[in-house]
Structure formats: structure tokens, C-alpha cells
């Protein structure tokens, strides 16, 4: 197992468009989270699941956001009709249930909106 | 809503010195996470404290957590230029789902 693994890392794209970003978790991990993380800022909470269950999503950004997790293993991050204010590095992170050991965070996926 | 501020934001200091970074937050919170970033790369974690006391160190960092000061310190003992980076704490409030994490601080070690 290599960690928690995000696909791809760098888009590009044109105001308006949609973009979805994937991540492959710590296989035996159960849980797992998004995160965005702009310039000078520590990262923010967007979402998780536990399992195929999305637990939280009332901190999604805005309805233009969303995320799934169909099987419990891999997740998808989409971002429809794309600002220039969603630029920004976008981490996934994996962990046990209790999280005692921490969480895994992937490499992240830098979204430029122009 | 959970509050996280980290002391000092900047930091420059030298070869071989001590410091500290402060992590302050506002709601009680069972445990709390130091993580490291590098320039353009994801987070590292450093280290997990679990409960009211807990020290942990590795190398020449220290981390400790005073849950009821609801305060955790990381602690730099003779730095040397590899541990520049940028240090988060992220505490987990009790019932919470995600990390909140602070600001960070900005560690510049010079030879």
C-alpha cells in the first residue's frame, strides 16, 4: 500500500466548466475526507464518509460541490460550473474509525480556474 | 464553532536555537494533530496526542497538549535547516467529524 493516492494532480480549467478530482485511499482505512487548502491557510473540512456513507456534508462550499464514494473504496470530488475563487489545493485524507494513529493525507490536486 | 490560533504565524530563527509554537484553541477537545507541510506539498503527520498530559517527541521536536489550558506546544531543540516547513495544529473537537486546523507557522531556519 503506497498511501492515500489523488488523481490528477494539477487542472487547469476554464471558468464555468466542471472538473472531478479522485482519491484512492489506505485500502484498510474506512474513513476518509476532503479537505481545500488555499494559498497561506491551513486546510478546510469539507466532507466524509465512512464507508459508502457520506456522514457530513453540510460543510460543502456550495451547492456546486459534491462528493461520492460508491463502493467504500475510491471517492470522487465535482466541482460544477467552476469560479475563479475555486482555485485552490484540494487533500484527501484516510483513516481508521478512531483515527488513534492519525490521519493520512494524499499529494492533493491543484485546481487553477481561469 | 471551533477556533485555532497558532503563535507565531512567522518565524526566522537560527541554526542551532530553541523555540516554541504555541497552539491555541477555543472549544474543548480530546485530542490534537501536528502536522508538517513543505512548499507545494501535502501534509505530513508529526505527531497524535491523545489525552491531557500527552508528550511525545521525535528527533528534535516535542509536542505536548494541556487540554484543559486547551493549549499544545511544539517545541524545536537546536534546529537544523531541515526543519524548515510550515507547522499546523489541528485539534478534534469532541463529536466532531473533520480536523479544524490553524493558520500555521512559518519556520525558516538559517544557517
Known amino acids: 500500500d503506497t498511501g492515500v493516492s489523488q488523481d490528477p494532480r494539477h487542472k487547469i480549467t476554464k471558468r464555468g466548466q466542471n472538473v472531478t478530482f479522485r482519491c484512492d485511499p489506505i485500502?484498510?482505512?474506512?474513513?476518509l475526507y476532503w479537505y481545500r487548502q488555499t494559498l497561506g491557510q491551513g486546510p478546510e473540512f469539507l466532507t466524509y464518509?465512512?464507508?459508502?456513507?457520506?456522514?457530513?456534508k453540510s460543510r460543502l462550499l456550495s451547492d456546486r460541490f459534491s462528493a461520492e464514494r460508491p463502493k467504500g473504496s475510491f471517492s470522487t470530488l465535482e466541482i460544477q460550473r467552476t469560479e475563479q475563487g475555486d482555485s485552490a489545493m484540494y487533500l484527501c485524507?484516510?483513516?481508521?474509525?478512531?483515527?488513534?494513529?492519525?490521519?493520512?493525507f494524499g499529494s492533493g490536486t491543484r485546481l487553477t480556474v481561469v | 464553532e471551533l477556533k485555532v490560533e497558532q503563535n507565531p504565524l512567522f518565524l526566522s530563527m537560527q541554526e542551532g536555537k530553541n523555540y516554541t509554537i504555541y497552539c491555541n484553541y477555543s472549544?474543548?477537545?480530546?485530542?490534537l494533530y501536528w502536522y508538517r507541510q513543505d512548499p507545494g506539498k501535502s501534509l505530513e503527520s508529526l505527531f497524535v496526542l491523545l489525552s491531557n498530559g500527552a508528550v511525545k517527541q521525535e528527533g528534535r521536536l516535542m509536542a505536548s497538549l494541556d487540554t484543559k489550558a486547551r493549549l499544545s506546544t511544539l517545541h524545536i531543540t537546536a534546529a537544523v535547516h531541515d526543519l524548515s516547513a510550515t507547522y499546523f495544529c489541528?485539534?478534534?473537537?469532541?463529536?466532531?467529524?473533520?480536523?479544524?486546523f490553524g493558520k500555521g507557522t512559518h519556520l525558516i531556519i538559517q544557517p
Open positions: 485500502s484498510e482505512h474506512n474513513r
Open positions: 464518509f465512512q464507508n459508502e456513507a457520506q456522514l457530513e
Open positions: 485524507a484516510s483513516s481508521l474509525l478512531a483515527a488513534v494513529n492519525g490521519y493520512t
Open positions: 489541528a485539534p478534534l473537537r469532541a463529536g466532531a467529524d473533520g480536523l479544524t
Open positions: 472549544t474543548t477537545s480530546d485530542r
